[in-house]
């Protein structure tokens, strides 16, 4: 026989295994989107508390003033001061994101959570509403709503944008019902004889809240955006009720003027607080697919 077949037994180094370092709880979630966007929020909400002028009050002797020691944002083209603009109007822009979405994911979760339980002719007919609503571009749906509502105002707007924007949550959460509706303890709530909607939040909504909850905050992201839009069209809330999306339809005589802290500023909140919530939404949705994976 050939003497390479064989091997001879003796010493060998041990390969010296480094454990792993454990993971600190601040790696992979978007702290600095977080604080970043409570600072902001905070600073909305304690606006009376920092704001240096009536955000309402017309100076017509410093109208499109640059930033300095006295006006730290500037003026605007009517002589407000657009640091007290700035934490004043932004509540009522964060005010519409979160009441468009809590109307929207009611509506999306109702509807979902329907569709998933009900008979398969049912289910069907839900779903082809559902895709021909989501086909139907959504800043056009919410011009017509508006325009049949008439004036904007706060609660309109809000209404308009939650119930054109349920649609891709309804989806996720009838997948996620036809999933869960046979386990053994919704049958047992059935036979118990409890209702649609006792067995929807007592037994549904836990199930599939952690799937929905990044597209939930995509929606806050995407409802101020829209109000923005809308009053930058000159079609949203009056230029006398203070957002960002409102002092941003004053783009144009700006532009004309050259001041370019009118645009600027308000721009530059409305981007950092959509970004903030676009990485919070995408680390919830990195979160989810993680736990179905099982990792």
């Not at 300095?68 to 603009?85: A, C, N, Q, V, Y």
């Not at 998933?116 to 959504?138: C, H, N, Y």
Request: positive net charge; contains cysteine; hydrophobic residues 50%.
């Amino acid at each position: 026989m050939n003497n390479h077949l064989f091997e001879l037994a003796g010493n060998r180094k041990t390969e010296t295994v480094i454990p792993k370092s454990k993971k600190k709880w601040y790696e992979g979630k978007p702290v600095v989107s977080a604080a970043i966007l409570i600072l902001i929020v905070l600073g909305c909400l304690c606006a009376e508390l920092i704001m240096t002028k009536d955000p309402t009050y017309m100076d017509l002797l410093n109208y499109n003033k640059a930033p300095d020691r006295e006006f730290l944002f500037g003026t605007d083209t009517m002589g407000r001061d657009i640091f007290s603009m700035i934490w004043y109007g932004g509540r009522i822009s964060i005010l519409i994101g979160g009441l468009a979405t809590v109307i929207s994911t009611f509506i999306a979760v109702v509807v979902g959570a329907f569709s998933g339980v009900a008979p398969a002719w049912l289910d069907e007919l839900i779903m082809r509403f559902t895709e021909i609503f989501l086909s139907i571009p959504t800043l056009l749906l919410i011009i017509l709503l508006q325009a049949i509502m008439g004036n904007a105002n706060i609660l309109s707007l809000s209404f308009v944008i939650g119930v054109t924007s349920w649609t891709s949550i309804a989806k996720v959460v009838r997948t996620e019902v036809r999933q869960i509706r046979n386990s053994e303890y919704i049958i047992a709530a059935r036979c118990m004889g409890a209702g649609f909607f006792r067995i929807l939040w007592k037994h549904l909504v836990p199930n599939f809240f952690s799937s929905i909850m990044f597209m939930v905050v995509m929606n806050v992201r995407t409802a101020m955006i829209s109000e923005a839009t809308l009053s930058f069209m000159g079609i949203g809330l009056p230029i006398e009720v203070i957002t960002w999306g409102s002092m941003l339809s004053l783009s144009d005589k700006a532009l004309m003027t050259g001041s370019w802290w009118i645009i600027l500023i308000p721009g530059l909140f409305l981007i950092a607080t959509v970004l903030c919530l676009t990485n919070i939404g995408n680390a919830c949705r990195e979160q989810t697919n993680r736990k179905e994976s099982n990792f």
